[in-house]
């Protein structure tokens, strides 16, 4: 069924945290999940537009709010990294089978990366669209005087949004918790494919940050597709038909083919 036949997600209760909203597809393996950005949620134009893709091709397919985000439980400010990726990881476990290829988005960047790391046998394949792993030193480092100062006064500063949806809450909490999950500062044991999608005109998350990526990946099987007119969120039709290319590629590759 599409959203608009089914208006309310499904929910995944747990005793160790708020309900996660999802919206699965039934369908033959290895399975796609998608995984949002920082403040997204799996209503956007990737997360749909993949849902389409597998229901017309039969496959399985996953997307999912993170708590605090979208129609899932908890509060944003409440939340930090580590957070995010167990509710990655609890989606992945509960709600998928066998392998599965990971989709992140921006922050989901990040998260599928540590998913990868933690759960290496459910990991076919990896695409990561304008990769932000590690973003939390890059928003530390141009904190202003005043947002410095709030962070250390209050524990937390506003930070505007580039999308027009209201300020973003941004917590001590997050910096501190996303500066143990960091991962560029050493290689990245992952030897799963990797694909890499960046816009050239990205002005939330460098697009050599994913040169940085792939050369920390020990993968042998890591390519990057930089898009010269593209932004942070790659949406556009053309950069959608990219997407699906380069999925239907890393799918029809056999397993272990690296």
């Known amino acids: 069924m599409t959203d608009k036949e089914d ?13 996660l909203a999802y919206r699965r597809v039934a ?8 995984l949002g950005g920082f403040m997204s949620d799996m209503t956007g134009e ?3 537009a993949l849902d389409a893709l597998c229901r017309k091709q039969g496959r399985a397919f996953l997307r999912f709010d993170y ?27 509960r709600l998928t089978d066998g392998p599965q290829v990971l989709v992140g988005s921006s922050m ?3 998260l599928m990366l540590l998913a990868a790391l933690a759960r290496p046998g459910r990991v076919r394949a990896l695409i990561g ?24 006064d209050e524990g937390f500063f506003l930070r505007p949004s580039d999308y027009g949806d209201g300020p973003y809450t941004i917590t001590k909490a997050l910096i501190e918790d996303g500066r143990r999950r960091c991962l560029l500062d050493r290689p990245i044991p992952i030897t799963a494919p990797v694909r890499l999608l960046h816009g050239m005109r990205d002005d939330a998350v460098p697009w050599r940050d994913s040169l940085r990526l792939a050369e920390r990946l020990e993968s042998g099987d890591v390519r990057t597709v930089f898009v010269k ?22 799918l029809r590759q056999p397993a272990g083919d690296q």
């Open 108 to 110: 989901g960047g990040w």
């Open 67 to 93: 708590r605090g985000h979208g129609a899932s439980g908890g509060r944003f400010e409440e939340a930090v990294i580590s957070d995010w990726l167990a509710d990655t990881l609890d989606a992945l476990d």
């Open 27 to 34: 369908g033959r393996g290895p399975g796609v999940v998608f």
């Open 229 to 250: 007119d593209g932004d942070h969120r790659l949406s556009r039709p053309p950069d959608l038909a990219l997407l699906a290319t380069v999925l239907e590629g890393l």
């Open 46 to 48: 990737k997360a749909t």
């Open 129 to 152: 669209i304008a990769p932000a792993p590690d973003f939390v030193l890059r928003m530390e480092a141009g904190l202003t005087a005043d947002q410095r100062k709030a962070l250390d």
């Open 7 to 19: 208006p309310k997600p499904d929910m995944l209760a747990r005793p160790d945290g708020p309900p």
